[in-house]
């Protein structure tokens, strides 16, 4: 029987994806479950039969941050940048990037309002594969 | 999860806390790691009245400053360091982050009440204050937080705690100055704790406002600080607590939840573990938070210990930071909580942090707490812990015994 044998195999397509401008959650064949971060095993009935599947990328924002000091070194990114918990319409949850406003701040954010996906440029995936979410436009 | 049945207080299963030792917390370069480990235990040790020989259990728990040093506990260095070898039994090491000290309660009590020990020593050394800044960063920026899912957003510990404090202060309606005075509530206990790395620092809400923002809504002194320091305690049946002491402290039950890993996991980032632990701890001790004297409740940001006070049903939903603004938890308060000054004011040793408020609650206890700091009687005390992104929800329900 196949499994998944090695973090590559688990996260690879989730990077894969975000390079193509979509967001993805895994699903199990088995019971429907989507799951978010991605497991070896199905966390409801703990089957193996595991795929990936495309989302909305609608939610809700459920909290987000902003980091003014101490980025990590091995990040590589200049301080201030935002950080978001979302809760996607499909269920799943994730942490991601939050896109600056016109203004250049994070200021319009607000706990448990909607955001969508919005990816980042090609380059920035390809060093930093997450998810950026941003404020429907119009709101 | 329902408990099993606790040991008969008073029986030979029944774990007693009977000594602590702790050394002060901060910034101290000249002290090392080793030094600190065997003073701690020293005074654990002479408090608890026993001989160093009648150890024969060792419980260690890791230092989080490096790997060699943590190599070095692994490897029964205590052992040798303490006169021990080729006398105990065993030294091993327990792990959960924060909530170790809660962990190794359980594991010291377990090697007690099944008689595969009958003297245990649990002892923490961290040199997290005299360490690199920019390495502990990177550290707390990689250990704990998962690398291909929030790594990938640079995540860090300050992050995680301003993402917290952000749900936390949405929920309840919480203003900056109403967080900000738990810092103030934990800075006047520290002032009474000659152990505290801030014991000689008033603290204003003022001035608390007025640092610069770390990561939104957190401000440069809600975030705690990186302190060298080293604790211990003795365990040992209440059979032979009995023999030598007029009082000691049991556990009167305990309760417990890992609610995730990643943070980003979470569905109640507002709540975190806190109020299913309760559910079982309360029911397990038969008496709750309206029987207890005080509480030690981790706390390396504010909203970390608003949060679990509300789900110990210490506070009402929505009510612990107003609560601290009120001065409800201050010293002359109604309610004292985290008497040595917190993780916040007392210093942030790494795995030591709730090390300390366990101790601390233990001293309390034992009346053996400095008397402007002494919780007056103090019989019953609530301890709470959490590790990692506060991936769990730890609780220690002590009780005082007197022969």
Not at chain 2, 266 to 285: N, T
């Amino acid at each position: 029987m196949s499994y998944i044998e090695n973090a590559e195999q688990l996260t690879g397509p989730f990077g894969e994806a975000l390079a193509r401008g979509e967001l993805t959650v895994q699903k199990c064949n088995s019971c429907g479950e989507l799951i978010m971060y991605p497991k070896y095993r199905c966390p409801s009935c703990f089957g193996n039969d595991l795929d990936w599947c495309a989302v909305s990328g609608r939610g809700q924002l459920l909290t987000y941050t902003v980091l003014r000091f101490g980025a990590p070194s091995s990040f590589d990114v200049e301080p201030p940048y935002a950080i978001g918990v979302v809760r996607l319409d499909e269920g799943p949850q994730l942490t991601g990037r939050l896109h600056a406003g016109a203004d250049g701040t994070w200021d319009h954010y607000r706990c448990d309002e909607p955001v969508v996906f919005e990816p980042a440029d090609a380059a920035e995936v390809a060093q930093r594969p997450a998810a950026w979410f941003a404020a429907p436009r119009g709101s | 999860m329902s408990n099993m049945p606790y040991p008969q207080p008073g029986s030979a299963s029944d774990a007693a806390f009977i000594g602590i030792g702790e050394i002060p917390s901060g910034k101290y370069p000249k002290r090392g790691f080793m030094a600190q480990l065997v003073e701690a235990a020293a005074r654990a040790i002479q408090d608890s009245g026993l001989q160093h020989t009648d150890i024969d259990q060792l419980v260690l728990i890791p230092n989080l400053h490096g790997i060699p040093d943590q190599a070095d506990l692994i490897f029964s260095r205590v052992a040798e360091e303490l006169g021990l070898h080729g006398r105990v039994k065993s030294s091993m090491m327990v792990h959960s982050g924060g909530s170790t000290s809660d962990n190794a309660t359980r594991a010291a009590a377990g090697l007690v009440a099944s008689g595969q020990a009958r003297n245990v020593l649990v002892v923490q050394s961290e040199k997290w204050g005299s360490a690199d800044l920019t390495e502990m960063v990177d550290m707390l920026s990689v250990n704990g937080i998962p690398r291909e899912w929030e790594g990938t957003s640079g995540l860090q510990f300050n992050a995680i705690g301003g993402l917290i404090t952000q749900r936390y202060m949405h929920q309840s309606g919480s203003t900056p100055e109403e967080m900000a005075s738990v810092c103030v509530a934990l800075r006047e206990w520290a002032r009474l704790n000659p152990n505290a790395m801030w014991k000689d620092k008033e603290l204003t809400v003022e001035q608390v406002l007025a640092s610069k923002l770390v990561s939104d809504p957190i401000r440069a002194i809600e975030c705690p600080y990186l302190a060298d320091g080293a604790a211990a305690f003795v365990m040992t049946s209440a059979t032979e607590a009995r023999r030598n002491h007029d009082s000691w402290v049991r556990i009167g039950g305990s309760g417990g939840c890992v609610s995730h890993y990643s943070s980003g996991q979470d569905a109640e980032l507002g709540e975190l573990g806190w109020p299913k632990a309760a559910v079982e701890a309360y029911d397990a001790a038969g008496w709750g938070p309206q029987d207890a004297d005080l509480a030690e409740v981790y706390d390396s940001y504010s909203a970390v210990l608003t949060i679990a006070l509300e789900g110990l049903g210490l506070s009402k939903k929505g009510e612990a930071a107003r609560d601290f603004h009120a001065k409800r938890f201050s010293p002359g308060g109604e309610f004292p909580v985290n008497t040595n000054g917190g993780l916040l004011s007392a210093g942030h040793t790494g795995v030591g942090g709730g090390m300390a408020l366990l101790v601390e609650a233990v001293r309390q206890l034992l009346h053996r707490a400095e008397p402007e700091r002494q919780v007056a009687g103090a019989e019953r005390c609530i301890v709470g812990g959490s590790g990692g992104s506060y991936m769990d929800a730890q609780i220690m329900m002590l009780e005082r015994v007197e022969k």
